[in-house]
């Protein structure tokens, strides 16, 4: 049973299409006599499961990944005109086009760091390039009328497209986000006043608090809240508060 993985994110299925897309314009510069006359589109495919009696596919299989590449048996010579511009197809378009797909199929398993021989597949295509589910990502190749599928399994695609992990820059944010400086407020209860007195308040009006000391009072960074405290006095100038109750990140509102 292949290893399953989490389904691949969309930034990341890009920067293969984008891997695949680079890999196909320098191939199709050595290959492609006439580049500026082919009508090239390069995106992700929906599905790789095409039926092996109707295309001509190749690939690279290791245990480090696996890279297919196909073409539809009815459009194989068609793909040897296309890149030769030749007027007409045959043995000699349909050899160019073999020759062709497996440089291609090359090309994309280098760029995912993989080594082998490029064989002729002809039995059904592995689950572990064709199942998203498993990771795998296809991408088709469309030449003009001639469609290509490159199919990738998860560990080619974690080889073109690495998960990244920076342990070193987040160390760095983490040291400099604890130099920051951060606003606490104390929020407790002040009592209640009518609606008309509230909009008849004046400057230099004194509003005599219905708290007491000890009485319990909210620490909040902006709306967070932080901890549980109760009001004291630090001397005859400051009130202070006393941490009753510190509230978990994961506990805050």
């Known amino acids: ?80 005109m296309r890149l030769a511009s030749a007027g007409s197809g045959g043995a000699l378009a349909g050899s160019i086009a073999s020759a062709a ?13 993989l080594s082998g021989e490029v064989l002729d597949w002809k039995s059904t295509w592995p ?4 199942r998203p589910e498993w990771g795998a990502l296809s991408i088709r190749v469309k030449l003009d009328e001639v469609e290509l599928l490159v199919a990738l399994d ?12 920076a342990t070193a820059n987040l160390e760095e944010r983490v040291a400099s986000l ?20 509230l909009t008849g308040l004046r400057i230099g009006e004194v509003l ?16 967070t809240h932080l901890a549980d405290a109760t009001l004291g006095r630090a001397d005859n100038n400051h009130l202070a508060v006393v941490l009753t109750a510190v509230t978990k990140p994961q506990e805050n509102p």
């Open 1 to 80: 049973m292949h290893p399953r993985y989490a389904w691949l994110g969309e930034t990341r299925r890009q920067l293969v299409c984008d891997a695949v897309t680079s890999c196909a314009e320098a191939w199709l510069q050595d290959w492609c006599v006439q580049r500026e006359a082919l009508a090239v589109e390069i995106t992700e495919a929906e599905s790789a499961l095409w039926p092996v009696h109707d295309s001509v596919a190749l690939a690279l299989e290791s245990d480090r990944g696996s890279v297919l590449g196909a073409v539809r048996e009815r459009q194989l010579e068609t793909l040897g």
């Open 101 to 113: 797909l497996e440089d291609f199929v090359a090309r994309i398993a280098a760029r995912a760091r």
């Open 127 to 130: 689950e572990s390039v064709t």
């Open 154 to 165: 998860r560990t080619a695609v974690e080889a073109i497209s690495p998960t990244i992990v």
């Open 178 to 197: 604890c130099a920051t400086q951060v606003p606490i407020t104390a929020v407790l209860d002040f009592g209640e006043i009518s609606a008309r007195d």
């Open 208 to 223: 005599v608090s219905e708290c007491q000391l000890g009485q319990n009072v909210s620490l909040r960074t902006g709306k």
